[in-house]
């Protein structure tokens, strides 16, 4: 029986087409690193834990408002350390339509940054020893709930911050998340916290 | 003689090795079944039900239950039936190290589950340093180390006896005779031996370190231990996964030829070409399971994303070949271009199974698109994106094709026609569907950003609206749907070795497993409707990133 070939010749053409996707990278202009600082979850430095932990001290130190949430000079690097079952600030404000640099790093378990945006979200791994840097520029004011998506123990469901981004500068406003939402956010979230790790014993953390 | 004697002239011991090794496994599945339907209760938010603590204890246990041990088991079955049902009664090299090949297995399944229920809660990841804080840790690492030994054994008895089918061992001729002359499926299991040999290393070099760690008996801070598990982990899982997807195609050649008489218009050379190309572009494309991680360079990230794509190819054109081999018998009887399909053997179980199956593969598959590649994975990393197109790959494709030949493998061997036609012609569909239902509600969860592993997904009242919507479709309409083809499948195969009528001539089966009779009118050898299934594929992979690309342009945080 003699079988036409043809037809094999282009089932190899169409399975081979997939591969139309590579200039689709090029198109979209990200198949190659941005210049000056390269892509979002790109390879990071690695670093000790306390080094970290010093900076995202003095970080908190020096931005921190008498509600307790952060906000981020421009050009100033952002540290957010995470750790079962936390982000260490726990709530940041940023200007939009400025550019920030955030540097994050976990001190014990490998954790995640998703933030969660209306219908979509942005995920990028957060583990220890090596810094995940991830440039971001926010363009539409709001409260922005990051969550961790890598299970790390069994508070894990209870392991997340608020980002709020304020009007642009000159417009900013202080009251975007009232003082009784971010008492809520961060004091209900440490109760959780404790109460998990007194209740399964792991996490002795600072 | 047709595929059905082959088959039944296997030898009854080995038939009992391959039986053992068959309802083992399936006991491992009803065990992963049981554990999810606690899960669709806890995931399901309209119960109202969130448990953390029950909730990954169950989620530990069903995943190392249905991907470690029904897969491990089952596809030993079938390397087994590879080597001897495939072979003409050929038999086993060593039914008494098969059989130790069994024990080691089994060993594993109770160490683990032990370990599962003592409260190991580590998934089945067991990822150092979250391990650690689980007392129960180091029975997961010894299950596995046992499990591992029983797939190099199995392997080693299965490469042996291949070595059997070659008198003289030095004549390149005679391999290359023995090659062409084997079934395609059996050429596809000597194909998966490499990968199998380098999932065992990579075991062996993660849990023995890890195991002798948890107990203190070595020291595992000194040397970025943990960094280093991830990533030697993520390239043995890598493999793992391809292993199912090798044995699933190397299923639908059986189930092609045992439920429609059909052969390839193709030399089988091409068939089993396609095959060779799995172990040469899966083990590099392990990088697209990490790329989020910031310890993976960039540009590595981008090679791994091109190779990726390549995985794709030879299933798609296993599934040309396949859907080709119907096409070619149904039209030579003079049905027209897509006529033949309303004639096929549609209330075959078999015969759904491998439809449904290859039909969810293709759409599982092309959910993979945004995952895999470095440009876009951050859109769906973590996410409930994940288990929606793993669910359906593994249990509405590779899971269903092996029912679809455990039907027949039951059937066969314990001599008994199916009992309850009518529960086995719907199951196939009903399992497929409920999974199809699991993915696409479970895909837009993703996009919408839930976390794939968090039994409470309210976050305190400011999660999305969209989600608890989103997953109480996910989990609790496909998720139950799945349960319930589950336990149809279960009734019947347990009723059929029980209470099966008794078929007076084993190599004839029963009205539900009979070949399509097909009457043959003219030469037909175009295959030009198995073209169609690909177009779609491309495009739809084409159309996804595309739109990845939109969604991320429109992103109100943007990240660079």
């Not at chain 1, 139309?20 to 979850?41: D, Q, R």
């Not at chain 2, 195991?211 to 040397?223: E, H, M, N, R, V």
């Not at chain 2, 699933?248 to 091409?270: D, F, H, P, Q």
Request: aromatic share 12%; with cysteine; charged share 10%.
């Amino acid at each position: 029986m003699k079988s036409s070939n043809s037809y094999l010749v282009a089932a190899f053409v169409i399975a081979f087409s997939v591969l139309l996707i590579i200039p689709m990278w090029s198109a979209y202009g990200v198949m190659f690193p941005k210049e000056g600082g390269g892509h979002a979850h790109g390879a990071g430095e690695a670093l000790a834990a306390s080094e970290f932990e010093e900076n995202t001290a003095r970080f908190i130190e020096e931005h921190r408002l008498p509600d307790g949430s952060v906000r981020v000079e421009h050009g100033k690097p952002i540290y957010v350390m995470a750790m079962q079952y936390t982000y260490r600030p726990n709530t940041l404000r940023l200007a939009a339509g400025e550019q920030y640099d955030l540097r994050m790093l976990s001190t014990d378990m490998v954790h995640n940054f998703s933030i969660q945006m209306g219908n979509t979200s942005y995920n990028a791994v957060v583990m220890p020893k090596i810094v995940t840097a991830v440039k971001l520029k926010p363009t539409k004011p709001g409260t922005y709930l990051v969550v961790c998506n890598e299970y790390c123990g069994i508070g894990h469901d209870y392991m997340y911050f608020s980002i709020i981004v304020e009007e642009a500068k000159g417009e900013a406003n202080h009251e975007t998340m009232s003082k009784e939402e971010h008492e809520k956010t961060s004091k209900g979230q440490q109760e959780r916290a404790s109460t998990i790790t007194k209740d399964h014993g792991h996490g002795e953390h600072k | 003689m047709s595929l059905v004697q082959e088959i039944g002239k296997s030898h009854p011991d080995d038939q009992k090795l391959m039986a053992a090794y068959g309802i083992a496994g399936l006991l491992s599945l009803v065990g992963a079944f049981a554990l999810a339907a606690v899960l669709v209760v806890i995931k399901t938010p309209a119960f109202g039900l969130a448990s953390g603590a029950l909730y990954y204890r169950m989620l530990t246990g069903h995943a190392i239950l249905g991907f470690v041990y029904w897969f491990a088991f089952i596809q030993a079955a079938l390397l087994i039936a590879g080597a001897t049902a495939l072979r003409n009664g050929g038999r086993l090299w060593s039914l008494r190290l098969g059989w130790l090949a069994f024990a080691f297995t089994t060993a594993g399944l109770i160490t683990n589950m032990v370990g599962v229920f003592s409260g190991a809660d580590v998934l089945y990841t067991a990822f150092p340093p979250l391990a650690a804080s689980f007392a129960a840790t180091p029975l997961i690492y010894l299950g596995y180390l046992f499990v591992a030994t029983g797939a190099l054994l199995i392997t080693l008895d299965f490469l042996a006896t291949v070595l059997t089918w070659v008198e003289r061992k030095g004549s390149v001729q005679a391999w290359k005779r023995m090659l062409s002359e084997i079934h395609i499926s059996t050429f596809a299991a000597i194909c998966a031996v490499p990968l199998i040999f380098s999932i065992v290393l990579a075991a062996f070099f993660l849990y023995v370190p890890a195991f002798l760690g948890s107990f203190g008996w070595i020291s595992t801070d000194a040397k970025e231990f943990p960094l280093n598990f991830r990533l030697t982990y993520h390239v043995m899982f890598h493999i793992i996964h391809y292993i199912p997807a090798m044995a699933m195609i190397a299923v639908a050649y059986v189930l092609v030829e045992l439920t429609t008489g059909a052969n390839s218009v193709y030399r089988k050379t091409v068939a089993k070409g396609l095959f060779l190309m799995y172990p040469a572009v899966v083990p590099p494309t392990f990088v697209y399971h990490l790329m989020a991680d910031p310890s993976i360079a960039q540009g590595i990230k981008i090679i791994g994303s091109a190779l990726s794509l390549l995985v794709w190819i030879p299933s798609l054109l296993h599934m040309f070949i396949i859907t080709g081999m119907m096409e070619a018998k149904m039209r030579s009887s003079g049905h027209g271009l897509f006529g033949w399909m309303g004639h096929l053997p549609w209330k075959n179980p078999a015969f759904a199974s491998l439809i449904m199956g290859m039909i969810t593969f293709g759409i599982a598959g092309g959910l993979t698109a945004v995952l895999l590649q470095e440009q876009t994975a951050s859109l769906l990393h973590g996410t409930f994106a994940v288990p929606a197109y793993i669910h359906p790959m593994v249990v509405g494709a590779a899971s269903l094709l092996y029912m679809g030949i455990i039907y027949y493998g039951v059937s066969i061997c314990m001599k008994r026609d199916i009992w309850g036609s009518v529960i086995a012609r719907i199951q196939p569909y009903l399992l497929s569907v409920a999974l199809l239902v699991f993915a696409l509600a479970g895909t837009l969860a993703g996009y919408a950003g839930v976390p794939r592993r968090s039994a409470d997904i309210s976050f305190g009242g400011r999660a999305p609206e969209s989600w608890e919507t989103l997953m109480n479709v996910a989990v609790g309409i496909g998720g139950t749907l799945t349960l319930i083809a589950g336990i149809l499948f279960f009734v019947v195969i347990g009723m059929t070795m029980f209470a099966g009528k008794k078929l007076l001539v084993a190599s004839e089966l029963g009205n539900d497993l009979a070949i399509l009779e097909v009457t043959p009118t003219r030469e037909f050898v175009y295959t030009p409707t198995a073209l169609i299934p690909g177009v779609i594929f491309v495009l739809v992979v084409l159309m996804f990133t595309a739109g990845a690309f939109g969604i991320m342009g429109n992103w109100p945080i943007q990240f660079g």
